[in-house]
Nanobody, 127 residues
Framework: QEQLVQSGGGLVQAGGSLRLSCAASGRPFSAYAMGWFRQASGKEREFVAAIVWKGGTTRYADSVKGRFTVSRDNTDNTVFLQMNSVVAEDTAVYYC????????????????????WGQGTQVTVSL
């Protein structure tokens, strides 16, 4: 069974940067894609970014395009979310998720399609 362990997060000033990590383990590790989602207090979980494991195709929510970058390290099955120029609206609990197989009907942005999740990490942007 796959497991995702998240690290990073914390308090950052508006305009600053932060990097989140998501390390996958367990046997067998199986992922078509890895995604980042976030959930602000009182709101639904929303898509942030995703990366297809083979080939590295990426996708971003409009709200983070040009500010956030998703990347992966194949050698140790880790996915990163580099967050730059953060704003107050980025405050949320961030989750990484793993998608074992493609879901053409839903795409990478559909959280319920993901098969396993990390524990979540809080990101708080201060003004």
């Amino acid at each position: 069974q796959e497991q995702l362990v998240q690290s990073g997060g914390g308090l950052v000033q508006a305009g600053g940067s932060l990097r989140l990590s998501c390390a996958a383990s367990g046997r067998p590790f199986s992922a078509y894609a890895m995604g980042w989602f976030r959930q602000a207090s009182g709101k639904e979980r929303e898509f942030v970014a995703a990366i297809v494991w083979k080939g590295g195709t990426t996708r971003y929510a409009d709200s983070v395009k040009g500010r956030f970058t998703v990347s992966r390290d194949n050698t140790d099955n880790t996915v990163f979310l580099q967050m730059n120029s953060v704003v107050a609206e980025d405050t949320a609990v961030y989750y990484c998720g793993g998608l074992r197989t493609p879901t053409p009907d839903f795409g990478l942005e559909y959280a319920p399609a993901y098969d396993y999740w990390g524990q979540g990490t809080q990101v708080t942007v201060s003004l």
